[in-house]
Each structure stands twice: as structure tokens, then as C-alpha cells.
DNA sequence: CTAAGATCGTTGATAGCTCAAGTATACAGA
DNA sequence: TCTGTATACTTGAGCTATCAACGATCTTAG
């Protein structure tokens, strides 16, 4: 008790020094990622996945909702987030012919430019910081823990 | 690419997925968890954080600059923080005797009640929503690959 | 002893997100 | 058809944390 180790001293031994560390590590790579993203592409974090989302989204269009799902934000993040996007011409509104509360966010011929010009520099840079400290078998054996991790309630949807 | 599962679609294969599934799991475990330790004992993840560090300091006082360090905020997120536990009366400040830039932040008795008070609900959580995910050797198992991850950046005193 | 540079801490402005409340639309049952 | 409830989205207020700039103090080298 009278040692200084601080981060690891508290929790040592216990299981919660995994939780203390997955906090930490989180807060330190994420950090640095969105540095480098803001840097160098003008994008937050949550910017660059809901890009990534809806480049893979078929048409590039995805309503809002289920945005907000998968990026685990509330809706009214997302509109927020939106507004910047739309600001910025990556993205924009496209209402439903066949219901008219939902609208959609379609990326823009610009929007899909910005993603792959960005996707690269951003893919490496999680190569670096995270996934090179890994061998292949360990990425598979620590993605394979992740996931069972609970991502529920935001979805309720989950459920079913 | 016609198909829909969204969050694991667009990284499905790469190693990408496990830094995917680190965000979303740091999301939605924190969210939950924060609900409930707001909920139940009025503090945030980083208050509790604090309050912990502080716990188990010696004498339960640290300086401002390591409490920043060890939790990963920024000096100035320190001062907010700690300005709400002081209002609260959980934490008090001390200057120091022999450098008059330094100042202290020390838990009150109060302070530490408060945080034995809150332990064992916070620590219930969290082996609820994340621990209990996983044996007792996969538990090991992550906490090593977690511990591989870069801390670095914000405590420059790092690569002394 | 003094000047230059680091370090500790606070403050103003701002970003990103949340919650609560409100609007608008859809749908299901009487 | 009207009524109630669920869903989609937006908006105002507030919170937490950041960055940039600053004042104070310490330290080191001339």
C-alpha cells in the first residue's frame, strides 16, 4: 500500500485490472486515431464509421435510425453528426417515397471520394496503433472475446 | 454486397473487425455502466475513476498532473472534474510545502465513505456486463492483449 | 542573480454527445 | 372513422472533455 504503480497497483490481481486496462487502452488509441483522422482528414471518429457504413450500404443510403443503431449513437446524434456531413456535401437527405417520418442519408459522389481517399491512411493507422500488436492468431483470439461482449440496448431490436 | 448485417458486413475478414468490435463493445458496456453508477450513486465513470486513484494513493492525496496521467484526461478535464468533486465534498484540495505550482487533491472522510459506499455495486457491474463474459483463463487471456495495447502519448514520462 | 525554459494549474471558447420534450407520420383496434 | 400508441426525426438545454492561451512558480545555465 505504500508503493506508487498507480493504474495497475489499484486493481492488481483482480479481474477488474482487465476492465481497467480495456477503459484505458481505449481512451489512448482513440485519442491518437481521431488526432490523426482530424489531422488529416477533417473527420471525427464517428464521422469516419458512419461513412464507412454507408459506402458499404446498398445504394450508399441507410435511414437514420439504423444508423444510429449500428454506430451506437443516439438519433438525435446522428442528426447532429448528419448536419455536419451534409454541411460538409459528403451527405444527403433523401426522404421515403413509401413512409413518409423516415429520411434517409445517401453519400454524396463526393462523399464516396472522401471515404476512399481517407479509408487507407485510416486503415494503417489502426494497423499501427492496434492491430500490430497482435499476431494473426491473437487478433482472431481477441476479436473472438470482443464479440461476446453484450452490444445490446441501444437495440432493442437485439432481442429478437 | 447486396446483403445487410451491417456493423460486421463492412469489415467482415479484415483485422478491422476487431478494432470494430472494440468500439462498439467500449460503447455500449460504458453507456450502460455509466447509466448506473449515475444512476445509483450520482458519479460518472471518470469521478469513480478519480475516486479510486485517490483511494488508493498514500495518504489518499495526488497531485493534479498524475491524477491526469494515470486516467488519461487532460489537465485541464482534471480541473473540471475534480471542481465537482470538491463541490460535492468528496475531495478537498492541499498545496504542496515545497512547490507552490503543485497542488494536491485529497480525498475528505467523507469522500472515502462515499467511495466504500459505491464499490461493490460499480464492481457488481462490471463483472455483470463484462467480466462474466468470459472464464477465468480467457479473462487472463485478454487482459494480456489488452496490456500489450500503446498507453503512450499523453504521459510523455513514458519512454524514460 | 538573472534570464530562458519547463512544469503545474486554471480559464474561455468550443465540440460532441446525451436526455427530455415536441412534431409529424404510421398503424392497429374499437 | 376516430383514437391511441408506436416510430422517425429534430430541437433546446446541459454535461464532459478538449484545445489554446495564460499566470505562477520552479530550475538551470550564464
Redesign the pocket.
Given at each position: 500500500m505504500t508503493s506508487q504503480v498507480l493504474s495497475t497497483q489499484v486493481t492488481a490481481g483482480s479481474e477488474l485490472e482487465t476492465w481497467v486496462r480495456f477503459l484505458r487502452a481505449h481512451a489512448a488509441i482513440t485519442r491518437q486515431l481521431s488526432?490523426r483522422l482530424e489531422a488529416q482528414h477533417g473527420l471525427?471518429l464517428?464521422d469516419y464509421d458512419v461513412l464507412v457504413q454507408l459506402y458499404f450500404a446498398p445504394e450508399q443510403a441507410l435511414?437514420?435510425?439504423d444508423l444510429a443503431r449500428t454506430v451506437l449513437?443516439?438519433?438525435?446524434?446522428?442528426?447532429?453528426?448528419?448536419d455536419?456531413l451534409e454541411r460538409s456535401g459528403w451527405v444527403e437527405?433523401r426522404s421515403c417515397k413509401t413512409?413518409?417520418?423516415?429520411?434517409?442519408a445517401v453519400l454524396t459522389t463526393a462523399g464516396i471520394a472522401k471515404f476512399e481517399e481517407t479509408q487507407a491512411s485510416h486503415r494503417a493507422d489502426i494497423e499501427e496503433l492496434f492491430s500490430s500488436n497482435f499476431t494473426g492468431t491473437e487478433g482472431k483470439k481477441l476479436g473472438e472475446l470482443l464479440g461476446r461482449l453484450p452490444l445490446a440496448d441501444t437495440s432493442p431490436a437485439c432481442s429478437a
Open positions: 488526432a471525427t464517428s435511414r437514420r435510425v449513437l443516439t438519433a438525435s446524434g446522428i442528426t447532429r453528426l448528419l455536419g437527405k413512409d413518409a417520418r423516415v429520411s434517409y
